[in-house]
Structure formats: C-alpha cells, structure tokens
C-alpha cells in the first residue's frame, strides 16, 4: 500500500523560507517521478516543482522558478521542497505527488497523472 506523509509548511512572512518534506512507504522510490503541488481556495492545482526518476530533470513552474528547489532522497525515500523568498501568492495547500514513469527523465504536469498523493500541508505566508 502507497502511503506518502508530508511534513512542514506552517506560517512564515513575506521573504522568508519554509521546507516541506514528504516520505514514501509502500513504493519503489526509484520508479517514481515526484511532483510538489499547490492549491488555493478557488483555484485549480498546479503542478509547482516536478523531479524525475533520475534526479536530473527539474520542472519548476514559472511563479517559482529561482526561489523552490526539489529535491529527492533515495536512501529516504524522501522529497523535498526548499521555498525561499515566500510571497504572499504562495499561500496554499502544498501537495506532494508520485507517479510511476518508464523513463527516467519523464516529468508529468497534470495532476490527473499523478496516482499518488499525500493528505496536503497548508503554507501560510503573511505580508
């Protein structure tokens, strides 16, 4: 059974950092690409950072390009994301999400691709 648990989030201000973390059990980590997710009220969910098999292949969207950073540990089977320079925009509930992939390089954009996901942590960021 696929089981991933998120950590992190919470509340920061305006320019500061928050890391969330999310740990898989029930998989085989490395076949899987990885994405981190966001939802605002009314808003769809948008794929904000993706990661592939490899590790090589990043995906950031452009409202977070140069301030997220995903990451992913195998020994952990963790995934990581680092968020720096917090906007307020970046108020949601965060996501993380597997996907199995055949290639290593794959990264999906959709969330309709994504099979797995975890419960959702809420990022706070006050101006």
């Known amino acids: 059974q696929v089981q991933l648990v998120e950590s992190g989030g919470g509340l920061a201000q305006a320019g500061g950092s928050l890391s969330l973390s999310c740990a898989a059990s029930?998989?085989?980590?490395?076949?899987?690409?990885m994405g981190w997710f966001r939802q605002a009220p009314g808003k769809e969910r948008e794929l904000v950072a993706g990661?592939?098999?490899?590790?090589?292949?990043?995906y950031f969207a452009d409202s977070v390009k140069g301030r997220f950073t995903i990451s992913r540990d195998s020994s952990k089977n963790t995934v990581y994301l680092e968020m720096n320079s917090l906007k307020p925009e970046d108020t949601a509930v965060y996501y993380c999400?597997?996907?199995?992939?055949?290639?290593?390089?794959?990264?999906?954009?959709?969330?309709?691709?994504?099979?797995?996901w975890g419960q959702g942590t809420q990022v706070t960021v006050s101006s």
């Open positions: 029930g998989v085989t980590f490395s076949y899987y690409a």
């Open positions: 990661i592939s098999r490899s590790g090589i292949n990043l």
């Open positions: 999400a597997f996907k199995p992939e055949l290639s290593i390089e794959a990264i999906a954009i959709s969330a309709n691709e994504y099979p797995y």
